[in-house]
């Protein structure tokens, strides 16, 4: 089974490195309320989301993007 947090993480950590990924994951996680372990659907939609407003910040619009898109494709199972 696969597990949404470590994929969000894997797929952040080769652009802002692994332990700055999972601070980010985990910090959002913490603001929003929630545990790794109990993420809906659609919790984890409104996390993703989230992400990439902040994303924006440390890689840029254009790069944020493509990163919410290959994050998005992976939760759905999608190469």
Same mark, same amino acid.
């Given at each position: 089974?696969?597990?949404? +947090?470590? /994929?969000? +993480?894997? /797929?952040? =950590?080769?652009? +802002?490195?692994?332990?700055?990924?999972? =601070? !980010?994951? /985990? @910090?959002? &996680? %913490? #603001?929003? @309320?929630? /545990?790794?372990? #109990? *993420?809906?659907? =659609? %919790? &984890? @939609?409104?996390?993703?989301?989230?992400?990439?407003? @902040? &994303?924006? *910040?440390?890689?840029? #619009? !254009? $790069?944020? $993007? =493509?990163?919410?898109? %290959?994050?998005?494709? $992976?939760?759905?199972?999608?190469?």
């Amino acid at each position: 089974m696969h597990d949404p +947090i470590e /994929t969000i +993480i894997a /797929t952040l =950590a080769p652009v +802002i490195g692994e332990h700055m990924s999972r =601070a !980010v994951v /985990t @910090g959002s &996680l %913490e #603001r929003m @309320g929630l /545990t790794r372990d #109990r *993420v809906s659907a =659609a %919790e &984890l @939609g409104r996390l993703v989301h989230q992400l990439g407003l @902040g &994303l924006n *910040v440390f890689v840029g #619009r !254009v $790069k944020a $993007k =493509a990163l919410i898109e %290959e994050l998005n494709r $992976k939760l759905e199972g999608k190469p």
